[in-house]
């Protein structure tokens, strides 16, 4: 999943309230609009969660997104940003398939990228990397010589940059 | 000093609480505690024959009485046999209440009796929906669901409650303040003062303004600054099928119907003007035509309550989000100032005379015409006659060729005299939303222009309304055929006409409608149409129905070819206009001509540049 320019994130403050989370995924299905990456959790209130849709600007009206999404009645708001102007981050989890005697090289690789070692084994080893989409995209193209059994990502989160500029914290 | 009261009794006070006269309903097993202290309140029940039934009678009652209409069911099968009303009120933005019944919680989502999974069915068909967790939240949600249905953009919003909770006490209460609870929901009603300048000073450059005027002015009670606006500016006025009557078809500045079987000079007016001012319309397809060729020169004004409308299907050039009649209130006044001050600086206005007689011409060189016969009985000539029977009545149309018969050639005189299924186009609407109707107005004469297809899906209901005492009129324009589909297969499919044939004489309606407690006519010959028309007016006791035997062969025209630009209009052979002719203009349309109806290329709607509007929704932002 090669990042590109024409990504846009959308984070959507919504009304902790039951049925929410089917409303947005069934606007999305029903309008057919094409998403990149959904997730979910809490805010700093109890009441609100936050989503952080990524699309593809290329394949959807973003501004049509927006609009449908802002008549759902438990939509509060939506902050839409470019790559640049947020804080992005995703958390992966790697299981790369590794003898013993080879599995070094693996670690030092996770090593160098900041990944915590969440499990190992006989035959491989798993490894737990936060940070931008392109970091875990990088780490996972070097691991795959070795054989990656499986992945799984949760999909973009990010806040707005406090101060808009092209910083990189 | 509370009352403890179970939730079923407090649904009901809240219903009162919210101004609720009357409900259409069918009871069933999960709502059955509803059913039993509404025995002791003052709210009207209906007791309908189909579910379906229930929920066009609320759209029907919404159109004459201006209030939401409220719907009772039960859960599963009452529930899914709602669900084609409900999608129509949203496709026409129509405010309803839907309540339903429920299995009890501990039963949801188990596949238990008559559980249909109806919080995710309803959920992409309403502008909201509920299920109902514990009693005490019942007047909170009852009341959202009104506050949710009649502002902002209406539409439909519908309650799930189980049955344990209806049987659950709590004690009484009734919320402050509807909004509340409602963080996320703030819908623009004020249009932004630059916006409503910046329109007027383009409509003050125009040279072809026309003002497109759809349902939301009607929802927005706009008809009467609509009028005011038209005149003070000498603008003309195309009404949408969903507004017909908004502005008399008398006015002078009334252009009537566009669309794919709109008039010459409406259809001709958007396509060739410089700019169109856009009030509570959607540029549905069956508006535009093509969409990459509609009205090519026009800038737009487009206002709706609705920011997700502005720049969806065109790109608007000037785009308010407001409530329609503010927004005009609006032009008007800032129209004023702007011609004051263009007096001041002693300026011409801007000459639209060649525009006008432009428009003048197209009205006289093709009004609304049809081949007219002695012999056969023409739909259009029955619409005619009822019309000068009925001028006054409320029309309730089916869907299909009746029902653009109906829109062409009625002349409305007055708003919410016109009731039909727009969006959605619900065969089987009309028989049902004129009873509702009825029951909004009982003063007014109700008239019913149904097709004999139509009326098959619904006619039940007739039952409902002998029972229930509430009489309506039914004009059946019975060609024998699923007509609109058959013209289609005439025109695209080489007449190849399959599965459209009704039987014409299969029922026999006289008997029907007499078996249902109405009395029956059938008429076969123009000379008998004044007759049985003045009968039917003159009876009051009894719904009345009438078998109106039309010419199977009759098209609807003007017509747009599907996909063809509006100018690619075909006026029919009563301008003596040949098949030749006609062939010629229906293979510009994505179906082609028959017989090589392969389907052509599809029109493909690239969405428009990015309007800029989204800034203006900020729910945060007041
Ligand atoms: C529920 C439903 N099913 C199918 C259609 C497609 N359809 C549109 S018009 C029409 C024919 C309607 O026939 P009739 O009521 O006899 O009216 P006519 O066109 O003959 O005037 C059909 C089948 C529809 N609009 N609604
Ligand atoms: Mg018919």
């Known amino acids: 999943m090669a990042q590109s320019s024409s990504l846009k994130t959308l984070s959507v403050l919504v009304e902790n309230q039951p049925g929410v989370l089917a409303r947005i995924a069934g606007l999305i299905a029903r309008r057919n609009y094409n998403i990149e990456s959904l997730a979910v959790g809490p805010t700093e209130e109890p009441h609100f969660s936050r989503m952080t849709l990524v699309v593809d600007q290329d394949q959807t009206h973003i501004e049509q997104i927006i609009k449908q999404l802002y008549k759902l009645v438990n939509v509060l708001k939506i902050t839409e940003f470019d790559p640049a102007e947020a804080v992005e981050r995703e958390l992966m989890l790697i299981k790369v398939s590794v003898l013993p005697e080879r599995r070094y090289e693996v670690l030092q690789l996770g090593e160098i990228y900041g990944a915590k070692i969440a499990d190992v084994g006989a035959c491989g080893v798993t490894l737990e990397i936060s940070g931008t989409p392109e970091k875990l995209d990088d780490l996972l193209a070097l691991c795959e010589p070795y054989g990656v059994l499986e992945v799984a990502r949760t999909g973009r989160v990010g806040l707005e940059r406090n101060e808009k500029r092209a910083s990189l914290i | 000093m509370s009352e403890r009261l179970t939730g079923a009794q407090i649904l009901i006070k809240s219903l009162e609480m919210v101004d609720v006269d009357v409900v259409f309903g069918l009871p069933g097993g999960a709502i059955l505690p509803v059913y039993d202290p509404l025995l002791e309140s003052p709210i009207r029940h209906v007791l309908v024959r189909h579910e379906q039934g229930a929920g066009h009678m609320a759209q029907g009652y919404y159109w004459t009485s201006g209030k939401p209409g409220v719907v009772v069911v039960t859960s599963g099968p009452g529930a899914t046999n709602v669900i084609t009303p409900v999608a129509d009120a949203y496709m026409d933005s129509v405010p309803m209440v839907v309540i339903c019944g429920q299995v009890a919680t501990a039963a949801m989502g188990t596949d238990a009796f008559q559980e249909a999974p109806t919080f995710n069915l309803a959920m992409s068909i309403t502008k909201h929906n509920y299920v109902i967790s514990d009693a005490c939240e019942i007047p909170q949600i ?29 004690e009484w209460w009734w919320p402050s303040d509807p909004t509340a609870c ?27 303004p026309i003002i497109y005027a759809g349902g939301g002015v009607l929802k927005a009670r706009g008809a009467q600054a609509l009028q005011e606006f038209a005149e003070l500016t000498g603008i003309h006025v195309v009404t949408t099928l969903m507004a017909r009557g908004v502005l008399s078809d008398d006015h002078e500045l009334c252009l009537g119907m566009p669309g794919m079987h709109g008039n010459y000079t409406a259809v001709t007016s958007m396509q060739k003007s410089d700019l169109l001012i856009t009030l509570g319309a959607r540029f549905d397809d069956r508006v535009t035509g093509k969409v990459s060729a509609f009205a090519p020169d026009a800038k737009i004004i487009h206002i709706d309550i609705d920011p997700a409308e502005l720049s969806k299907v065109r790109y608007a050039d000037v785009p308010i989000v407001a409530d329609a009649n503010r927004a005009i209130e609006a032009l008007i006044v800032e129209y004023q100032k702007q011609e004051r001050r263009r007096q001041e600086r002693g300026d011409a206005p801007v000459d639209r005379a060649a525009w006008v007689e432009q428009i003048n011409t197209w009205r006289s060189r093709y009004p609304m015409k049809y081949v007219e016969s002695d012999e056969v009985l023409k739909p259009q000539f029955v619409l005619e006659r009822l019309g000068q029977h009925a001028p006054d009545a409320v029309l309730v149309s089916g869907v299909g060729q009746h029902q653009m018969f109906a829109s062409q050639h009625w002349k409305f005189s007055a708003p919410y005299r016109w009731i039909n299924s727009g969006g959605m186009g619900t065969m089987g609407f009309a028989v049902p939303a004129a009873i509702g109707a009825k029951v909004g107005s009982p003063e007014q004469t109700v008239w019913v222009i149904d097709g004999d297809g139509c009326f098959q899906m619904t006619f039940q209901e007739l039952i409902t309304a002998a029972v229930e005492g509430i009489h309506v009129k039914v004009a059946i324009l019975n060609n024998g055929y699923l007509g609109l589909v058959r013209q289609w297969q005439d025109l695209f499919y080489d007449e190849r006409h399959s599965e459209v044939h009704l039987g014409g004489a299969i029922p026999d309606y006289v ?37 109106f035997r039309v010419d199977p062969t009759e098209h609807v025209f003007p017509m747009v070819p599907a996909g063809a630009s509006n100018d690619d209009i075909i006026v029919g052979p009563a301008y003596g206009q040949t098949e030749e002719e006609e062939r010629v203009i229906l293979s510009k349309g994505k179906f082609g001509a028959a017989p090589m109806a392969q389907g052509g290329q599809e029109d493909t709607v690239l969405p428009p540049e990015r309007s800029g509007v989204h800034f203006e929704m900020d729910k945060k932002e007041d």
């Open chain 2, 182 to 208: 409602l963080p996320g929901y703030k819908p623009r009603i004020k249009p932004h003062p630059r916006q409503v300048k910046r329109a007027v000073e383009l409509l003050n450059t125009s040279q072809r």
């Open chain 2, 142 to 170: 009852v009341a959202e669901a009104f506050h949710l249905a009649t502002t902002g953009r209406p539409g439909p919003v519908w309650i799930d409650l189980p049955k344990d909770v209806s049987g659950m006490e709590a």
């Open chain 2, 511 to 547: 008997g029907l409608a007499e078996a249902m407690g109405c009395a029956g006519f059938r008429v076969d010959a123009p000379e008998e149409v004044d007759t049985v028309i003045a009968k039917a007016m003159s009876i009051h006791d009894r719904s009345v129905v009438i078998d």
